[in-house]
């Protein structure tokens, strides 16, 4: 009879096990998930602006004629700013072609020279295509000058990401973002949801 009832419930057992191992991964990602979109907010309210070495302008879209696009104007806006106030003298431009050319460090060196930055100081990379990659160009050049503490200026929910990135690169991230453009709730919804995303795939995946 017990033999009767343990296989009455084994059926109940799977059914069971079927249910609750799909919940637990759906509860375990929802926690790292939370985890991640916290730390971007998070993130994206710090200026850690101090003295460093070199401040780090990561590229976005360019409009049209070779101009910088909104995104991109802000960010060199802020990063000219932090010059002007002593933070840093020196530059790393990062960003490729996108849509089409010139690339984006190439339209920011142009905006540098019009402001009076002499060429000495500016270093660029012209054929990164994701953050990740113009991370590595950068610490490729910090590491070629004995660089060791960077002011890494970008939008303020990238900034999270970029400084996971420079991990156990032995330099110092300074996030310091610019603040010209003022997002709809949308929009910052959007960007914090794509953020978390390509985290996640690089944590993940290695994507």
């Known amino acids: 009879m017990f033999g009767r009832v343990a296989n009455a419930r084994r059926p109940l057992l799977v059914l069971g096990f079927m249910f609750a191992v799909p919940a637990l ?11 991640h979109e916290g730390n971007v907010l998070e993130f994206s ?3 850690t602006r101090e003295k460093a070495d070199v401040i780090l302008v990561f590229g976005a879209a360019i409009a049209g004629h070779g101009q910088p696009g909104a995104l991109l104007r802000a960010r060199i806006n802020h990063a000219l700013a ?8 020196n530059f790393i431009l990062t960003g490729g072609v996108g849509w089409g050319p010139p690339a984006e460090s190439v339209v920011m060196k142009r905006i540098l020279s019009e402001h009076g930055i ?3 100081r500016i270093l660029f990379e012209t054929t990164s295509h994701t953050t990740r ?8 050049m910090m590491q070629h000058h004995g660089w060791k503490r960077v002011l890494a200026v970008s939008d303020p ?17 300074l996030p ?5 453009i003022r997002f709809t709730t949308d929009e910052q919804e ?3 949801r794509a953020e978390v995303l390509k985290l996640l795939a690089w944590l993940l995946l290695d994507y």
């Open 118 to 120: 002499p060429e000495s």
């Open 157 to 173: 929910f990238h900034l999270y990401r970029i400084t996971r990135y420079f991990e156990d690169s032995g330099i110092t991230v």
């Open 133 to 140: 990659e113009q991370v590595e160009f950068a610490v490729q």
């Open 190 to 192: 959007e960007y914090v």
């Open 82 to 89: 932090l010059a002007n106030n002593g933070y840093a003298s």
């Open 25 to 35: 991964v759906c509860t375990i990602l929802t926690l790292i998930w939370n985890h």
């Open 176 to 180: 310091s973002p610019s603040r010209e």
């Open 45 to 47: 309210r710090i200026d």
